[in-house]
């Protein structure tokens, strides 16, 4: 992937960038677009696992940002980020944004059975308490989890950068389809901006990462049927919604997700299904299997990113990102 084009070049003494041990890639690209180096951090460990870290550089009356995906480990990139933003702000940092492209712990949000943790918001309060002082994050799980901060929330879409990759492909007899009926805002977005029609996957989930497709509402014959969702992990509602459109005549069947997530069996699964391609942004950084597979394509959001962390920093408007 070519680097990309830088947005403007920044102050390296207002504003600076470090990152986790999450995605050091995509810091990097973020960076480039800005025309400045990521922040210096050293980052080791004690013997007993404990996390040992210091900011190698000044950072006294600066705009900090701290770009971390809590992805897999989820604990170990949690805590590195409260740790740095804790550092952060004992450095008399001016602010700390915390840039969250994948928020772990999204999926529990609610109480929907006794006796069970809202995690999300759990999470938000470990991120406020630690001395954040405004959230980044892209394609929250629910977008609902914005009200869990008593701070400000910038809640960014992969969506702009799926729609420039799939508008100039033109595809003849579109369908966006969205996996479950909590996805179709989501997938009704898409299905608008590429001018296509919507269709719904009906499914029931009798425990976590199990599902079983029920019903496909909307018509799926002779089309080509693209099923738009926020995170891929097990893969296996993705699967099996593949396998129902095709039954009901779907010509071909590609999916588009925000957070490749992809654990367990999910890249062996995709492998074996008949998925065309699979287009995920690097949020989360792809595993070692996806990448060597033909049906992984990975979009970068780091200009994304870059125009919002640049926003931020001015003080000008977000809002044409989140369109």
Sequence with gaps: MAAPKPVRAMNPERIKIFSGSANPALTQEVCQCLGLEPGQVKLKRFSDGEINLQIQENVR??????????????????????????ALKRSSAERITAVLPYYGYGRQDRKDKPRVPISAKLVAGLLERSGADRIMALDLHAAQIQGFFDIPV???????????YFKPLDTPNLTVVSPD???????????????????????????????????VIGNVRDQNCLIVDDLIDTAGTLVKGTEALL???????SACATHAVLSGPAVERIEASEL?????????????AARKSKKFRSLSIAP????????????????ILFL
């Design 181 to 215: 009926a909590g996805g179709v805002e989501r997938a009704r977005s898409v299905a608008k901006r590429l001018n296509a029609p919507l269709a719904v996957i009906d499914k029931r989930r009798e425990e976590s990462n199990v599902a079983e497709v029920m019903n």
């Design 304 to 319: 994304l990113l870059a125009r919002a962390v640049q926003s931020i920093h001015e003080e000008t408007s977000v809002s």
């Design 247 to 253: 039954e009901l005549g779907a010509i071909s069947v």
């Design 61 to 86: 009356g600066a705009d900090v940002f701290v770009v971390q995906p809590t992805c897999t480990p989820v604990e170990q990139h949690l805590m590195e980020l409260l740790l740095m933003i804790d």
């Design 276 to 288: 065309k391609e699979v287009i995920l942004s690097n949020s989360i950084p792809l595993c070692e």
């Design 154 to 164: 910038d809640h960014l879409f992969f969506r702009p950068v799926m729609i420039d």
